[in-house]
């Protein structure tokens, strides 16, 4: 149980373009879902929180405009990086939150990351 | 805002050795605490957490230990074996919030 899906796993893109990643929960409902983004060799860096229905919560220095949270449903958020830049280049990860109904509190499944590179 | 830090940065035991990485935070409030796997390409994996009322937990070869007081706590793996490699990451949640604050990361080598 508690498994997180991520799509596209990797993605090439022109500089420019916009790119989305899928970030979905396959067999619990969450809640809040978390974006973040690993450089090589770094931590995780929180981007932004969502829940459902509601506008995400961006960390201080992250552009919200330019990285588009959808949160539609408690089983799908998605991640669009729009006009992206080679400086977008990373991995980016999201997370799961079940909340209370998960039996635990604050505990945070993670998909196994999409790796976006800017040409 | 918290702040985490952890140590070493790198670690290389021989298999069948105990590693240990210590982490410390800033906020007293904080409550949980998860220690997260990374193997190379792949998202974090949780392996063991502990929660602000218990001292200790361990699970096989894996413990965590917790010291409210000096605000630290620890991994320990005992009797290491090659797949242990990889990097961990500690990660403590904000005091009455739901977000993660992670540590810097341990990359553990095990050598045969």
């Known amino acids: 149980g508690a498994v997180v899906s991520q799509h596209p796993s990797w993605v090439i893109c022109k500089s420019g373009t916009s790119v989305k990643i899928e970030c979905r929960s396959l067999?619990?409902?969450?809640?809040?879902m978390f974006w973040y983004r690993q450089f090589p060799k770094q931590s995780l860096m929180l981007m932004a929180t969502?829940?459902?229905?509601?506008?995400?919560?961006?960390e201080q220095g992250v552009e919200k405009d330019k990285f588009l949270i959808n949160h539609a449903s408690l089983t799908l958020s998605t991640l669009t990086v729009t006009s992206a830049h080679p400086e977008d280049s990373s991995f980016y990860i999201c997370s799961a939150d079940p909340g209370l109904a998960g039996g635990r509190l604050a505990e945070q499944f993670f998909g196994p990351g999409t790796r976006l590179t800017v040409l | 805002g918290e702040n985490v830090e952890q140590h070493p940065s790198t670690l290389s035991v021989q298999e069948g050795d105990s590693a240990v990485i210590k982490c410390t935070y800033s906020d007293s409030a904080s409550n949980y605490f998860p220690w997260y796997k990374q193997e190379l390409g792949k998202g974090p994996q949780l392996i063991i957490d502990?929660?602000?009322?218990?001292g200790e937990k361990k699970d096989q070869r894996i413990a965590v230990t917790l010291n409210k007081t000096a605000k630290h706590f620890s991994l320990h793996i005992t009797e290491t074996q090659p797949e242990d490699s990889a990097v961990y990451f500690c990660a403590v949640l904000t005091g009455g919030g739901n977000k993660l604050t992670f540590g810097t990361g341990t990359q553990l080598k095990v050598e045969l």
């Open positions: 502990i929660r602000s009322n218990v």
């Open positions: 067999d619990f409902q969450a809640t809040t």
């Open positions: 969502s829940n459902e229905g509601s506008k995400a919560t961006y």
